[in-house]
């Protein structure tokens, strides 16, 4: 059975990975594999520290138990464990290559500059499987799902990507029965805007024109009305977040080709760049 791997909230305080990933389950019939991480350093105990820890172990598993009992006991297929574990995505990354979920489900802490925390960057940037990152506010109720690609690369990774984002954009759009949009942001420059030099009408209207032909294409082949494609230019980590709440998207589907060591510490990509705007779910996929 296809199993979903979910990064339990921390402390027992809220479930929003949890009641998330319960939705995709009984839409999708998938298994939930819920780790609860749990870390504290006890060296300085010496002989007493393995027993604290033991101890403490004990009764998280009850506390756990307790809980999912309550969540989703009797409704879904699930298993949990509770993992002693400082780095977080180190395990994720090594669980999703042994066991290749459909995909990791862990809530977005975001910090007080609005970006979230690193073990989130990390599994955005490492993670071999898709990674959900759940949102902890939603804007409002809504439904929908939008999908950000694209459309006028050349390169074949890109090209790939743009083929898995719709791929599983579609399907996801299918089993929740939503409506599925897809957005394309030809990128202008700030300076050439300011100057007149460029005008954001002019650019989507060339564009469209350039891209009509693929854009009636890629709906044929993933059944998505014409209509449903927008060409919005500007800066993809602005724009993308803008046309999701017009659109009153639930779900956001980006690519990101994650960079590691110090050009992703930098640089990041637009994809980071995006969920730090987004206030919705985020679902980053790899080539």
Same mark, same amino acid.
């Given at each position: 059975?296809?199993?979903? &791997? ?10 929003? *990975? ?18 609860? +991480? ?39 297929? +699930? ?87 719709? *791929? ?7 089993? +929740? ?21 460029? +005008? ?10 350039? &891209? ?54 930098? &640089? ?20």
């Amino acid at each position: 059975m296809r199993n979903v &791997l979910v990064v339990a909230d921390p402390n027992f305080e809220t479930t929003t *990975a949890i009641e998330q990933a319960k939705r995709l389950s009984i839409a999708d019939d998938v298994k939930l594999h819920i780790v609860y +991480f749990y870390y504290e350093n006890l060296r300085g105990m010496g002989s007493k520290g393995e027993a604290l820890k033991q101890s403490l172990l004990t009764r998280l598993n009850e506390k756990a138990k307790e809980q999912l009992g309550q969540l989703l006991d009797g409704e879904i297929p +699930f298993s949990f464990e509770i993992v002693w574990e400082k780095n977080l995505h180190t395990w994720v990354n090594t669980y999703a290559e042994s066991n290749n979920p459909v995909m990791v489900m862990k809530t977005g802490h975001r910090s007080e500059t609005m970006f979230y925390t690193p073990t989130d960057w990390h599994l955005i940037r490492e993670c071999p499987a898709p990674v959900l990152i759940v949102a902890e506010k939603k804007w409002r109720t809504r439904s929908g799902i939008l999908a950000a690609i694209d459309l006028q690369t050349e390169q074949k990774e890109k090209q790939r990507l743009n083929e898995k984002i719709l *791929a599983t954009s579609k399907y996801l759009a299918t089993v +929740f029965d939503v409506p599925l949009h897809v957005c394309y942001t030809p990128v202008v420059p700030d300076i050439l805007r300011d100057f007149g030099i460029q +005008f954001l009408d002019e650019v989507e209207e060339d564009a469209r024109q350039d &891209l009509i032909n693929k854009i009636n294409h890629l709906g044929k082949t993933y059944g998505i009305p014409p209509e449903n494609f927008h060409v919005n230019a500007g800066k993809p980590e602005k724009v993308i977040p803008s046309t999701a709440a017009k659109l009153h998207a639930g779900l956001v589907v980006v690519g990101t080709i994650g960079r590691t060591g110090i050009t992703g510490k930098l &640089l990041g990509n637009t994809a980071e760049e995006i969920l730090s705007l987004l206030k919705t779910n985020v679902l980053t996929l790899k080539p």
